[in-house]
Each structure stands twice: as structure tokens, then as C-alpha cells.
């Protein structure tokens, strides 16, 4: 089976681009040739080869960000681009990855007399008004149509949380799929020297809420380090070695690889959502990621991906965001013995490796996929 993902991603770097990038892996397990048609970066010459799959470009080194805009919502260089992908190859299946109504309507139509189906891989359902600006506004608008009106016509939906599977299980044949990785998980390293070490890799936006973990930090370091914080790819503030004396350290972007790493060496991943509809939709990578690479998580009770979070196990988890109930979960954990923290990496590795490894999910999406593509040319004949 041929497979043709398209959406807002990129060749392997970012949570979207690593999302696809692993499900394909999963269904090569099978037997299947996934490819993809990325709306973000720049791919020399429209296409690149990687890992067996083709990476087809849409936009040129001259596409500004207006006219990817444009395509993000409308759709008309993405469309074109898999005219031209269609005259030449045949795929059994096409999956988008969070598109806009517009860019979905006109897939579906371009598919229907081909009999290919078209599955949604969906991590997001943002809230009106929640986005920053014009623009993330009216893609959110046209999101929140694409699940309302089209989802349900779809051949099938690939769900990343529970709240998306509680959704679509009445409307359309559903599976869930929470981030998963491909590849060897890496046992966290950490020592535990008595000040557990917290950390936060990614770009908190909007969704993220780290200021009140960092004022516990600052006050519970107030007389000495206690607890210490590492940020990756957080804005870097100017007073960040005045921060660096109240054990908060400031590092800029890496690649995946090396925050992994860097989250080995810590005893926790922090992170701390509001208890709002995007928050529990979507399934933050952050955690998945920490939880396969056996560290705990330290997060706040919302419904979403913290479900998978075990209160003393898999991690800490607060039931509300209010600076007193964090500074008191992080005097527990400063009074926790090492053995204790270490049965929580140990229990945290065993559950990752069996909830987020993408050789466990080959044999589910693979029976999804055939589903899928045949009901969709039973229709037609």
C-alpha cells in the first residue's frame, strides 16, 4: 500500500515533522511506502529521499511567509503540488495532518473519483480566539470546520488523545495513536545527589505555563539551592545569570537528539497547562518523550495527556496551578529518598517503552489503513 501524508510539517525535526515521521516508520513495519508532501521548510528541488520515503516540497526559496500563509489556509500550492504527484504516482491512501477545511474539501474532492481514501491525523483542536493574531485565529476557524463538517466524511481519523477518540469513535472510524517513537528508548543517566534537577525543553507560546513554577524555584532557592531548573528553547531573559544564582538555567534551541539527552540527565519534565479544550486534545510530546526515556513528569491535572501520568510513579501530578500547591509538591519531592525517584525513572521507562514505541502500534494501523482503503473503493464499485 501507498500511503501520502501532507500537512504542516517538515523532514524530521520538530514535534509535527517527528509525529509523522514515526507513524510512517510503524506502517513500513508492514510492508507500506509512506510518503509526504510538507507545507513548512524548504526541500531542495521539491523532493529528497530519507529513510525510503519521498519528501516533496511545496514552496521555493522565494515563497515568503505570506504566500505560505495563504496555502496554510487555502491550500492552492499544496493542491497543485499533488496534482503533479498524482499524474505520476499512484497512492492507495492520504493522510492531512491538521489542514484547514478549505485545503481538506478540495483533497477530498480530488480523491473521490480516484478511490483514495483519505484518513485526518488530527493532534489539535485549538480554541477560537485562543490563537495570537489574524492569522492563527482564522486557521483555527478553519480547523474547527474541518472537524465539525469534514472529519466525519473522511475514510477514517488517526486520534492523538482520548478527548479527540471520545469524539470521533460515534462518527467515524477512529484510532488513537499518542506520539510514538521508533528506535532504542535511553535509560535516564541522573544521578540523584539530593537537589532533584527539573527541566523544560520547547517554546511555551501560549500553551505552557511556566511562570509559576519558576517563582517556586526562586522561592524555594531563596537561601540556598535546593532544587535546580534547566529551560531549552525558552525565551532567554536578561537577568538569566542573576536566575542562574537561584539554580535556573537558560539554554538556547538543540536538536532532538540532544534534548533527549539533556533530558536524561534530570530527575523530572515539567509541564503545566491550563485546563482549556486545546490542552486536552492535543497530547504534548514533552511528555511522551520523557516517559519513553524513562524520566518522570511533574505536571498539573487537566484531563489530557496527564492521565498517563501516575501520581508517585510515573511522576508528580498537582491538581490545581497555584504557586503554594507547586512549592509544596517540590519540598515532597526535595524530601523524597534517591531509591524512591529511582523507582519512579525505572516505572516511567517500563511505561514508555510499552505506550509510546511505534513497533507496538505497526499491527493496528496497518489492519486502520486496510480498512480504510477498501471500504473506500467498495463505495465506488
Known sequence: MKILY???????????????????????????????????????NNREMLDGSVYYGVYNSKS?????????????????????????????????????????????????????????????????????????????????????LYDKKSSGVIAISRYLSDYYKDKVKTIRIPPIFSGNALQNQSANEGCPKFIYAGSPGKKDELNLFLEAIKTINQNSIRAYMTLIGAPIPLDCKSQQLKGIVYFPRMTNKEVIEKIGQHDFTVLLRRNKQFSKAGYSTKIAESLFNGTPVFCNE??????????????????????????????????????????????SYSFGKSEYAAESYADCLDAFFLDCVNNRKSRNE
Not at 6 to 30: E, T
Open 64 to 148: 515568503g511567509r505570506v504566500k505560505r500563509y495563504a496555502d496554510w489556509m487555502f491550500g492552492s500550492r499544496t493542491v497543485y503540488a499533488l496534482k503533479k504527484i498524482l499524474d505520476k504516482e499512484n497512492y492507495d491512501a492520504i493522510v492531512l495532518y491538521n489542514v484547514s477545511s478549505a485545503l481538506c474539501s478540495r483533497v477530498m474532492k480530488i480523491c473521490r473519483p480516484k478511490t483514495i481514501a483519505v484518513v485526518q491525523d488530527v493532534t489539535e483542536w485549538y480554541e477560537i480566539g485562543h490563537g495570537r493574531g489574524i492569522f492563527a485565529s482564522l486557521y483555527a476557524i478553519l480547523v474547527d470546520r474541518r472537524i465539525r
Open 302 to 347: 487537566i484531563g489530557g495527556a496527564d492521565l498517563d501520568v501516575v501520581e508517585g510513579k510515573t511522576g508528580v501530578k498537582i491538581k490545581s496551578l497555584d504557586i503554594e500547591v507547586i512549592i509544596s509538591a517540590l519540598n515532597e519531592i526535595i524530601e523524597m529518598s534517591p531509591q524512591k525517584i529511582t523507582e519512579m525513572k525505572v516505572k
Open 6 to 44: 501532507i500537512g504542516r510539517f517538515n523532514l524530521p525535526q520538530d514535534a509535527a515533522s517527528l509525529r509523522v515521521y514515526h507513524i510512517g516508520r510503524a506502517l513500513k513495519i508492514k510492508g507500506h511506502q509512506v510518503d509526504y508532501l510538507c507545507q513548512d521548510g524548504f526541500i531542495h
